[in-house]
């Protein structure tokens, strides 16, 4: 039985058409929906603090306003959205939620962002179907 569903959403094309899935899916099942975006883009080597700080709080920006217009989308459906932004590599963050969180089902868009991955198996859910222990429901 399915009673908590994670949507992965980095705000790709592929992450929109796996979040309308999941919303559906939710309303269906009456389950409880989750959604998590990684914040990966943060510099590693910050040449001064400020720089780190920019790149934090547009990389903030970018996913507060991506949460809020999904929690407006999962509402036209009655579906209450619950959302988490948390810094990191998506493969290792978005295992550890799903662990520690009990996720009985996770979505994920076949392909991010990038160009190169266009027509072939993104990276990042490669890595998760191969690695999250849960069922993974994979959005093309």
């Known amino acids: ?13 592929s992450a929109r058409k796996a979040f309308d ?11 409880r929906l989750r959604m ?13 603090i400020d720089e780190l700080r920019e790149e934090k709080d547009r990389a903030d920006s970018y996913f507060a306003q991506l949460a809020d217009r999904c929690r407006a989308r ?3 459906h009655s579906v209450d959205l619950e959302t988490v932004i948390v810094p990191g ?3 290792k963050v978005i295992g550890d939620f799903v662990r520690e969180n009990a996720i009985d089902l ?18 990042t859910a490669h890595n998760l ?10 959005v093309k």
């Open 21 to 31: 899935y999941a919303v559906e899916l939710a309303a269906r099942l009456g389950a």
């Open 89 to 91: 590599h998506a493969v």
């Open 129 to 138: 179907t191969a690695t999250v222990r849960s069922n993974v429901l994979v």
């Open 1 to 13: 039985m399915i009673e908590q569903i994670l949507i992965a959403n980095d705000g790709s094309d």
């Open 74 to 76: 999962a509402a036209m």
């Open 106 to 123: 996770l979505v994920i868009g076949f392909t991010g962002h990038s160009r190169i991955y266009d027509h072939i198996w993104g990276g």
């Open 36 to 48: 998590i975006c990684v914040e990966e883009e943060i510099p590693r080597h910050a040449e001064v």
